[in-house]
């Protein structure tokens, strides 16, 4: 759509009639100075002043009424408006001779040859053609000199060259911004919200650099909404209430609505949290906040409902690439423009391996370009590699070529940098690694046990948080199946103690990968949970009463109110084996600890066949023990001692084979399998004289000699 300019009656695009008119006005104020100060006789005057009250009826406005008097006290003398015409006229004069002096230098070196470094530094520098208008120079007056353009584009980069490259490529649109596929991409939850203009609060949580605050502030651009923004960090009760009066305000005023953006959201305590409630509800303002912790931790659960929960992932390879390629070119054209350097050019590898140490945040991967950038920009790497003013400032188009950047000269540059580290100690990583660890040593992989340990270890996590986890896990997952376990977790835990690290991390490895490989028991965890579960699912039975002969007794009172009257003391019965309730009879026939130490479910994706051999190897190993420890017996005690061992066996009453006395009492199996506890402390008298007198040793000294 065109308008016609009220000046000079031209027709211009709306977009750049503003800036015409502007551009005629200052022609027209020229030309009415110069006749101001060159003799002119009274018809031009007053043609002067009636085409400049024309002009100024045509713009509705007013022209000032000036006196007679006044003009000829002022003519002759030199005011500020002429002075001001006076040095706009020599600027123009300087512009034309340099544009002179830079066509007559064109014409005298003609092409553009590749410009080498300096300092003897190698580098390899190509020629380039020259750099196209960029989109922000198209944006002005189809009229506009070349020279103009190229003036406005310097201007421009010059003021964001101080800026942060990540601040200057931050996208405005939603065609821009580049991952996030399940939310703005095509049918995207946010971007169907987005087109609807039905924007309800939510709350965007992700690592940094995937593009939370843009985010927000595109849906503020599009959908036409009053943008504020406070930081979690900076602000605090007054600052928000603030900020709910000016939405108000808004609101009543003009009917738009108020974007509330806060970053950093999870930093607001609890109190101030509460004071978002009732605006979001009666909709004062729409509420965008945004995190890098779990929402569900540091945020009220009454907000929680109040607000959508959006999950940004870290960004995809992909996209990295296509912002690193973007930040590349905008880096290139300040150099060029600008600081007069030669053009940084990466090949694919360099790019993929920047975006491979950024794991997932464009914040990162645009400082590491930067970085490349600022190495790369001393005095050997520019177009005119000695210092020279008057040069610099005619030589528009130096001689610029470009230094390639191979991954080989990347990779010492960035070596000795860890720009991204995925471990917090104290956030999401620091429960989820070693969570990931306690499972990865429950299903008995002790390459991933390792892994997550280093993996903790490398972030800075506490080794005694470690130690005091395996502990657990000595308990919890092994349990009855290898006893030993929880001893030797508690010796690693001193261990450390003791030792220090990084020594340390060697005792933490071997204690993890015994935890790892031994066999798994949690027949005691889940007994401990059923009985929790029972008590939590019915609080009364907590009420029941200790059956009377199981209560303490130990005063005279309690023992004529029949406190243990009836109680059985086992060791003085055979076998210490009794008929006696334990339970209150409600529950008499309560169950907790399981026969078997694992569960009986089978996963679908295992095959039968994995089970099959799963269950031989478990026979064979049982088989290997039982056959080992009649060997390991055999050897060391001969037929006569094995025939005095039987006769003293037959009248302790106990096991009819000598060999499976040897064995101490198992805990894993059951007490009708064992008759008899055997400690290794009780001496056996009834042995005779013989080449091996175990009547001088009690049992865990002879099974030493084993």
Same mark, same amino acid.
């Given at each position: 759509?065109?308008?016609?300019?009220?000046?000079?009656?031209?027709?211009?695009?709306?977009?750049?009639?503003?800036?015409?008119?502007?551009?005629?006005?200052?022609?027209?104020?020229?030309?009415?100075?110069?006749?101001?100060?060159?003799?002119?006789?009274?018809?031009?005057?007053?043609?002067?002043?009636?085409?400049?009250?024309?002009?100024?009826?045509?713009?509705?406005?007013?022209?000032?009424?000036?006196?007679?008097?006044?003009?000829?006290?002022?003519?002759?003398?030199?005011?500020?408006?002429?002075?001001?015409?006076?040095?706009?006229?020599?600027?123009?004069?300087?512009?034309?001779?340099?544009?002179?002096?830079?066509?007559?230098?064109?014409?005298?070196?003609?092409?553009?040859?590749?410009?080498?470094?300096?300092?003897?530094?190698?580098?390899?520098?190509?020629?380039?053609?020259?750099?196209?208008?960029?989109?922000?120079?198209?944006?002005?007056?189809?009229?506009?000199?070349?020279?103009?353009?190229?003036?406005?584009?310097?201007?421009?980069?010059?003021?964001?060259?101080?800026?942060?490259?990540?601040?200057?490529?931050?996208?405005?649109?939603?065609?821009?911004?580049?991952?996030?596929?399940?939310? =703005?991409? $095509? !049918? &995207?939850?946010?971007?169907?919200?987005? *087109?609807?203009?039905?924007? @309800? #609060? +939510?709350? /965007?949580?992700?690592?940094?650099?995937?593009?939370?605050?843009?985010?927000?502030?595109?849906?503020?651009?599009?959908?036409?909404?009053?943008?504020?923004?406070?930081?979690?960090?900076?602000?605090?009760?007054?600052?928000?209430?603030?900020?709910?009066?000016?939405?108000?305000?808004?609101?009543?005023?003009?009917?738009?609505?108020?974007?509330?953006?806060?970053?950093?959201?999870?930093?607001?305590?609890?109190?101030?949290?509460?004071?978002?409630?009732? =605006?979001? $509800? !009666? &909709?004062?303002?729409?509420?965008?906040? *945004?995190?890098?912790?779990? @929402? #569900? +931790?540091? /945020?009220?659960?009454?907000?929680?409902?109040?607000?959508?929960?959006?999950?940004?992932?870290?960004?995809?390879?992909?996209?990295?690439?296509?912002?690193?390629?973007?930040?590349?070119?905008?880096?290139?054209?300040?150099?060029?423009?600008?600081?007069?350097?030669?053009?940084?050019?990466?090949?694919?590898?360099?790019?993929?391996?920047?975006?491979?140490?950024?794991?997932?945040?464009?914040?990162?991967?645009?400082?590491?370009?930067?970085?490349?950038?600022?190495?790369?920009? &001393?005095?050997?790497?520019?177009?005119?590699?000695?210092?020279?003013?008057?040069?610099?400032?005619?030589?528009?188009?130096?001689?610029?070529?470009?230094?390639?950047?191979?991954?080989?000269?990347?990779?010492?540059?960035?070596?000795?940098?860890?720009?991204?580290?995925?471990?917090?100690?104290?956030?999401?990583?620091?429960?989820?690694?070693?969570?990931?660890?306690?499972?990865?040593?429950?299903?008995?992989?002790?390459?991933?046990?390792?892994?997550?340990?280093?993996?903790?270890?490398?972030?800075?996590?506490?080794?005694?948080?470690?130690?005091?986890?395996?502990?657990?896990?000595?308990?919890?997952?092994?349990?009855?199946?290898?006893?030993?376990?929880?001893?030797?977790?508690?010796?690693?835990?001193?261990?450390?103690?003791?030792?220090?690290?990084?020594?340390?991390?060697?005792?933490?490895?071997?204690?993890?990968?015994?935890?790892?490989?031994?066999?798994?028991?949690?027949?005691?965890?889940?007994?401990?949970?059923?009985?929790?579960?029972?008590?939590?699912?019915?609080?009364?039975?907590?009420?029941?009463?200790?059956?009377?002969?199981?209560?303490?007794?130990?005063?005279?009172?309690?023992?004529?109110?029949?406190?243990?009257?009836?109680?059985?003391?086992?060791?003085?019965?055979?076998?210490?084996?009794?008929?006696?309730?334990?339970?209150?009879?409600?529950?008499?026939?309560?169950?907790?600890?399981?026969?078997?130490?694992?569960?009986?479910?089978?996963?679908?994706?295992?095959?039968?066949?994995?089970?099959?051999?799963?269950?031989?190897?478990?026979?064979?190993?049982?088989?290997?023990?039982?056959?080992?420890?009649?060997?390991?017996?055999?050897?060391?005690?001969?037929?006569?001692?094995?025939?005095?061992?039987?006769?003293?066996?037959?009248?302790?009453?106990?096991?009819?084979?000598?060999?499976?006395?040897?064995?101490?009492?198992?805990?894993?199996?059951?007490?009708?399998?064992?008759?008899?506890?055997?400690?290794?402390?009780?001496?056996?008298?009834?042995?005779?004289?013989?080449?091996?007198?175990?009547?001088?040793?009690?049992?865990?000294?002879?099974?030493?000699?084993?």
């Amino acid at each position: 759509m065109e308008e016609a300019c009220p000046i000079c009656s031209r027709s211009f695009p709306v977009k750049f009639l503003e800036r015409h008119v502007n551009s005629c006005l200052d022609t027209l104020e020229v030309d009415t100075s110069e006749q101001e100060i060159q003799p002119s006789s009274p018809t031009a005057t007053q043609n002067g002043e009636q085409k400049s009250q024309d002009v100024f009826a045509a713009l509705g406005l007013k022209a000032d009424s000036r006196r007679p008097a006044a003009d000829k006290a002022k003519k002759g003398s030199a005011t500020l408006t002429s002075i001001l015409l006076a040095e706009k006229r020599l600027k123009r004069r300087q512009e034309d001779l340099e544009e002179r002096v830079r066509k007559r230098h064109a014409a005298q070196t003609g092409p553009e040859t590749g410009g080498g470094l300096h300092n003897g530094q190698k580098s390899t520098v190509t020629e380039i053609p020259a750099t196209p208008a960029s989109p922000h120079a198209r944006d002005l007056d189809p009229g506009t000199k070349p020279e103009q353009r190229w003036k406005h584009e310097f201007m421009r980069l010059k003021r964001e060259a101080d800026l942060p490259l990540a601040q200057r490529l931050r996208p405005k649109s939603l065609g821009d911004f580049y991952g996030q596929e399940k939310l =703005v991409g $095509e !049918n &995207g939850i946010l971007r169907n919200l987005v *087109a609807a203009s039905q924007i @309800p #609060s +939510f709350i /965007l949580w992700g690592v940094p650099g995937v593009g939370k605050t843009s985010l927000a502030r595109i849906i503020s651009l599009t959908c036409n909404h009053k943008f504020m923004e406070l930081s979690g960090s900076d602000s605090n009760a007054k600052k928000l209430k603030e900020a709910f009066a000016a939405a108000q305000h808004e609101k009543l005023l003009t009917g738009q609505k108020t974007i509330l953006f806060l970053d950093e959201i999870h930093r607001f305590n609890k109190a101030v949290q509460d004071l978002l409630l009732p =605006v979001i $509800e !009666n &909709g004062t303002v729409t509420v965008i906040g *945004a995190t890098t912790e779990n @929402p #569900s +931790f540091s /945020l009220n659960n009454a907000l929680l409902s109040r607000m959508h929960t959006f999950v940004m992932e870290p960004l995809p390879h992909e996209a990295l690439v296509k912002i690193l390629n973007k930040g590349l070119l905008l880096l290139n054209r300040t150099r060029k423009i600008v600081h007069g350097l030669h053009l940084i050019a990466m090949n694919k590898d360099s790019v993929d391996y920047i975006a491979s140490l950024s794991s997932g945040d464009s914040r990162v991967a645009l400082n590491i370009l930067e970085s490349v950038n600022a190495y790369l920009s &001393g005095l050997q790497f520019k177009a005119f590699p000695e210092k020279d003013p008057e040069r610099e400032k005619f030589d528009l188009l130096p001689q610029i070529g470009v230094v390639q950047v191979t991954l080989d000269k990347l990779k010492p540059l960035l070596s000795t940098r860890n720009f991204h580290q995925m471990y917090d100690k104290t956030g999401d990583n620091h429960y989820d690694t070693i969570s990931a660890f306690h499972k990865s040593v429950r299903g008995s992989n002790a390459d991933a046990a390792v892994f997550y340990l280093v993996k903790m270890l490398r972030g800075g996590e506490d080794p005694l948080f470690i130690a005091r986890r395996m502990i657990v896990i000595a308990s919890e997952d092994v349990g009855l199946r290898d006893s030993s376990c929880l001893p030797f977790a508690i010796a690693t835990m001193e261990a450390i103690q003791f030792v220090g690290m990084p020594e340390g991390e060697i005792i933490l490895a071997h204690c993890a990968v015994k935890l790892a490989r031994a066999p798994k028991s949690t027949k005691s965890y889940r007994a401990l949970r059923k009985a929790q579960g029972l008590l939590s699912d019915d609080p009364e039975i907590c009420k029941l009463p200790i059956p009377i002969h199981l209560r303490n007794a130990p005063t005279k009172l309690m023992k004529d109110l029949g406190y243990g009257d009836t109680y059985k003391y086992n060791p003085n019965f055979k076998h210490g084996m009794v008929k006696q309730e334990y339970f209150p009879p409600e529950i008499r026939d309560a169950c907790f600890v399981d026969d078997t130490h694992l569960g009986t479910a089978m996963d679908e994706e295992v095959r039968p066949e994995e089970y099959a051999g799963a269950d031989e190897e478990a026979n064979d190993y049982q088989r290997f023990k039982d056959t080992r420890r009649q060997e390991l017996a055999r050897k060391l005690v001969g037929r006569k001692e094995l025939a005095k061992l039987q006769k003293v066996s037959d009248r302790l009453g106990l096991l009819s084979s000598p060999v499976e006395r040897l064995a101490s009492y198992d805990e894993n199996l059951s007490k009708e399998v064992q008759p008899e506890y055997f400690d290794g402390t009780d001496h056996v008298s009834e042995a005779d004289e013989a080449d091996y007198d175990i009547a001088d040793c009690t049992y865990d000294e002879f099974m030493k000699g084993i």
